[in-house]
């Protein structure tokens, strides 16, 4: 009995072991992740400022962000697996549609369509991105450091209620604005007849892209106002999924 008990013991000793050594691990990984994307946004806001006091102008300010943007902002897809195995508590759908819209805006707006570059609303979801990354990212960074300044902590979780209306506006505005080029082009769509036999509309699936923030925008706004009253005013929210 008594060596059933010992091997019992050993044997979660063991598990609790690995278990330290793996979530050791994943804070390692997560605390590298944080600083390196906090680092990566605090380029591309230097970037823009240097650019903007240089030039006097928004215009070419994309153009020579867009490498930058292009590979932080791609990297950030690592954070639906971050959800999916588990390391961080975050729904992959919620993530994966913060994530996936924002890799769509860059890679197949702003990136594919060079006449819309210039546009006031790009640098409105830019600047909006970045202010908004700096501080998620430093938060989440301080957050595992366990020395999280409060001034983060409360810039995490009420700046959004300005920049995520924001960042919106400014996207589909530039989906707004790619429209007519897309529609006169006929960019990334497929005609029939053609050996696929499949026929694909990009000006209508923007469409469907613009209409389709009714009803996502506002789950991804109403977790992070949960999430707030969670972490700032300490309610416990009881997620219906859960
Ligand atoms: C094919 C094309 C399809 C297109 C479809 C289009 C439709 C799109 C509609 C919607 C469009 C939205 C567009 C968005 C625009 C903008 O971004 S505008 C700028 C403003 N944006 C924001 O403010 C972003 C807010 N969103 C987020 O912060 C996240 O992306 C989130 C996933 C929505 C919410 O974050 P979440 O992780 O759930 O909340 P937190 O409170 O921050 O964290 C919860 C716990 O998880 C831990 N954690 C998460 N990530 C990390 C990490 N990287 N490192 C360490 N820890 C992490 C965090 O600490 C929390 O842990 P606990 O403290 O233990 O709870």
Same mark, same amino acid.
């Given at each position: 009995?008594?060596?059933?008990?010992?091997?019992?013991?050993?044997?979660?000793?063991?598990?609790?072991?690995?278990?330290?050594?793996?979530?050791?691990?994943?804070?390692?990984?997560? &605390?590298?992740?944080?600083?390196?994307?906090?680092?990566?946004?605090?380029?591309?806001?230097?970037?823009?400022?240097?650019?903007?006091?240089?030039?006097?102008?928004?215009?070419?300010?994309?153009? /020579?962000?867009?490498?930058?943007?292009?590979?932080?902002?791609?990297?950030?897809?690592?954070?639906?697996?971050?959800?999916?195995?588990?390391?961080?508590? &975050?729904?992959?759908?919620?993530?994966?549609?913060?994530?996936?819209?924002?890799?769509?805006?860059?890679?197949?707006?702003?990136?594919?369509?060079?006449?819309?570059?210039?546009?006031? /609303?790009?640098?409105?979801?830019?600047?909006?991105?970045?202010? &908004?990354?700096?501080?998620?990212? /430093?938060?989440?960074?301080?957050?595992?450091?366990?020395?999280?300044?409060?001034?983060?902590?409360?810039?995490?979780?009420?700046?959004?209620?300005?920049?995520?209306?924001?960042?919106?506006?400014?996207?589909?505005?530039?989906?707004?604005?790619?429209?007519?080029?897309?529609?006169?082009?006929?960019?990334?769509?497929?005609?029939?007849?053609?050996?696929?036999?499949?026929?694909?509309?990009?000006?209508?699936?923007?469409?469907?892209?613009?209409?389709?923030?009714?009803?996502?925008?506002?789950?991804?706004?109403?977790?992070?106002?949960?999430?707030?009253?969670?972490?700032?005013?300490?309610?416990?929210?009881?997620?219906?999924?859960?």
């Amino acid at each position: 009995m008594a060596s059933m008990e010992e091997d019992g013991s050993v044997e979660e000793k063991d598990n609790n072991n690995k278990k330290r050594t793996k979530s050791a691990i994943a804070v390692a990984w997560l &605390t590298f992740y944080n600083i390196a994307m906090t680092a990566g946004w605090l380029v591309l806001a230097m970037a823009m400022m240097r650019f903007y006091i240089q030039k006097g102008t928004h215009k070419g300010l994309y153009k /020579s962000i867009s490498r930058t943007l292009k590979f932080f902002q791609t990297v950030a897809l690592v954070e639906v697996g971050h959800c999916a195995i588990g390391i961080v508590r &975050t729904s992959v759908i919620v993530t994966g549609v913060q994530v996936c819209s924002r890799i769509f805006m860059v890679w197949f707006i702003t990136n594919s369509i060079k006449q819309i570059q210039n546009e006031e /609303s790009v640098i409105l979801f830019l600047v909006v991105w970045t202010l &908004t990354e700096i501080t998620r990212y /430093s938060f989440y960074t301080f957050n595992l450091l366990n020395h999280l300044p409060y001034f983060i902590k409360w810039a995490r979780y009420n700046m959004f209620i300005i920049m995520y209306p924001l960042g919106v506006a400014g996207e589909l505005l530039t989906i707004y604005a790619a429209l007519p080029f897309v529609r006169k082009t006929g960019m990334l769509s497929m005609r029939l007849p053609n050996k696929y036999n499949i026929s694909f509309d990009y000006y209508y699936f923007l469409i469907i892209v613009m209409l389709s923030y009714i009803p996502l925008f506002p789950q991804l706004f109403f977790h992070m106002l949960r999430q707030r009253r969670k972490v700032l005013l300490g309610e416990i929210i009881v997620e219906k999924d859960e």
